[in-house]
C-alpha cells in the first residue's frame, strides 16, 4: 500500500512539476529566443496533440471523473469516518443498542458505496484518459 501511495504521489508531483516548469521556464524562453513560427512548431511537438485537437471531451470527462471522486473521497474522510467511528464503538458492545447497530450498518454500507463509486470513477478517468491519449 505504501509503495502504491508512493508511486500516485510521485505520478502527480511529477505530472504538476513538469507544467509548472514548461509553463513558467521552458515556453517563455522558447518563445524568446525562436521566432514565433519556430517556437510554435517546438511547442506543438512538446504538447500532446491530444489536448489541442479532438481529445477535449475525453480530458474533460476525466477531469470530471477525478473531481468527483475527490468530492466523494473527502466526503468519506471527513464527514462519514467520524460517524462511523462514534456508533462504531458502541455497535461493537455486547448488547448493542439496535437503532445504533442499525446506523452503523447504513453508514457503513454508504462508505463501502461510495468507495466502489471512487474506484469506477477512477477507472472511467483512466479510460477516457487512454482514449484522449489515442486520438490522431
Known amino acids: ?9 510521485l505520478s502527480l508531483v511529477c505530472w504538476l512539476g513538469g507544467m509548472v516548469f514548461f509553463s513558467i521556464f521552458s515556453a ?3 518563445f524568446r529566443v525562436l521566432t ?3 517556437a510554435a512548431k517546438v511547442v506543438s ?3 500532446p ?3 489541442l485537437r479532438t481529445g477535449r471531451l475525453w480530458w474533460i470527462l ?5 473531481a468527483i471522486a475527490l468530492g466523494l473521497t473527502i466526503y468519506a474522510g471527513a464527514v462519514l469516518r467520524p460517524r462511523i467511528d462514534a456508533i462504531h464503538i458502541m455497535a461493537d458492545e455486547q448488547n448493542p443498542d ?4 442499525a446506523e452503523f450498518d447504513r453508514l457503513h454500507r454508504l462508505s463501502v458505496s461510495l468507495n466502489g ?7 472511467l478517468a483512466l479510460l477516457s484518459s487512454a482514449a484522449a491519449l489515442s486520438q490522431p
Open 1 to 9: 500500500m505504501t509503495l502504491t501511495l508512493f508511486i500516485y504521489l
Open 28 to 30: 517563455p524562453v522558447i
Open 36 to 38: 514565433r513560427a519556430d
Open 45 to 47: 511537438g512538446i504538447f
Open 49 to 51: 496533440r491530444c489536448v
Open 62 to 66: 476525466s477531469a470530471a471523473a477525478l
Open 98 to 101: 439496535a437503532t445504533r447497530k
Open 117 to 123: 463509486g471512487v474506484m469506477v470513477l477512477n477507472l
